[in-house]
């Protein structure tokens, strides 16, 4: 257990928005920011990853982490499918809870921790545009900006590009974690198995599922022995925004092959630049084994 508390003027509300079945990473974001004593986490929303079915997908990994870890959490079906493919004027659970839970009077500001597509929180943006001001979106998602040429399109931002356009079109306080620094969150097999697997249910979960993933068909993109924890940056920067570098710069325009489109008079949207990884994994490890060692 942690034989800390945080004041209460320093938590914040936080709703955590993953492709959770998508590939072997969020599983570990999830955890993470459940065990983080400055959250308080209102709800995880499942998000889609490509076609109806991936939502559902999604949502029934969720609940096998919650279950893993023992603990509970209200989990929302986000919407079925890119949000330009659902333009009849309907809302998924998931929205709709963020537009309410935005507009609920609470002193503690609203984080929505994105790892995916951006989905979710454009429909919600989209529904009712009055929750701009009342949120912060942190979101693993686009590419970097120095890259003039990206050797392959970014998976959250393509998965829906009307969305992502909603999103940082909006004026809402956006910060951008882009491929370039989520993928700075490297860490080998085995230390997982060292480190990770031990730690109970949910150890074993978080490792046994990336094996299994490793050596499916889907992951012919990866090293072989490592992976990237993409995912838990948008836990570290809500913990600690000065866990790493950012500028801020007026938010592009996606293109379908989501590389950028710049125009003047843009909202501006905080990029983070770098992210320290040695205290990310670190945290997360560290609360992984003090709750489940």
């Known amino acids: 257990m942690l034989d800390y508390t945080v004041p209460e003027y320093k938590r914040l509300r936080v709703i955590v928005d993953t492709d959770a079945a998508c590939e072997a990473d969020d599983p570990f974001a999830i ?37 893993a870890m023992e603990v509970s959490a209200p989990v929302f079906m986000g919407e079925k499918g890119k949000l330009s493919e659902t333009a009849d004027g309907g809302i998924s659970p998931a929205a709709r809870f963020l537009i309410e839970e935005a507009l ?4 503690k500001p609203l984080y929505v921790l994105c790892m995916g597509a951006i989905t979710n929180v454009a429909s919600a943006i989209r529904n009712s545009p009055e929750i701009v ?9 686009g590419h970097g900006y120095d890259v003039k040429v990206p050797e392959f399109r970014e998976f959250n931002a393509g998965n829906d590009i009307y969305a992502a356009n909603i999103v940082v079109s909006s004026g809402v306080e956006l910060w951008q974690i882009p491929s370039n ?21 949910i150890g074993k979960h978080l490792f046994e599922n990336m094996v299994n993933y ?12 490592s992976w990237a924890l993409g995912d ?3 836990v570290g920067v ?4 000065n866990c790493g570098r950012c500028v801020y710069r007026e938010a592009p325009i996606f293109n379908d092959d989501t590389t ?11 990029v983070y630049t770098s992210i320290d990884p040695r205290f990310i994994l670190e945290d997360f490890i560290s609360k992984l084994q003090l709750n489940y060692l």
């Not at 809500?238 to 925004?241: F, V, W, Y």
Request: hydrophobic share 35%; charged share 25%; proline share 7%.
């Open 31 to 67: 955890a993470h920011a459940l065990m983080c004593r400055k959250f308080e986490v209102k709800a995880i929303f499942a998000e889609q990853f490509g076609g109806p079915e991936t939502t559902q997908k999604s949502y029934d990994e969720i609940m096998t982490v919650l279950d």
């Open 104 to 107: 609920r009077d609470d002193d």
């Open 133 to 141: 001001p009342k949120m912060t979106v942190v979101w693993i998602g």
């Open 181 to 201: 620094v989520y993928g700075m969150m490297r860490i080998g097999l085995a230390e997982i198995q060292r480190r990770i697997y031990p730690c109970g249910k």
């Open 214 to 225: 490793n050596m499916s068909e889907y992951a012919g993109w990866t090293p072989g022995e």
């Open 232 to 234: 838990n940056p948008a």
């Open 238 to 241: 809500a913990l600690d925004p």
């Open 260 to 270: 950028y489109t710049f125009e003047s008079g843009r909202p501006t949207i905080r």
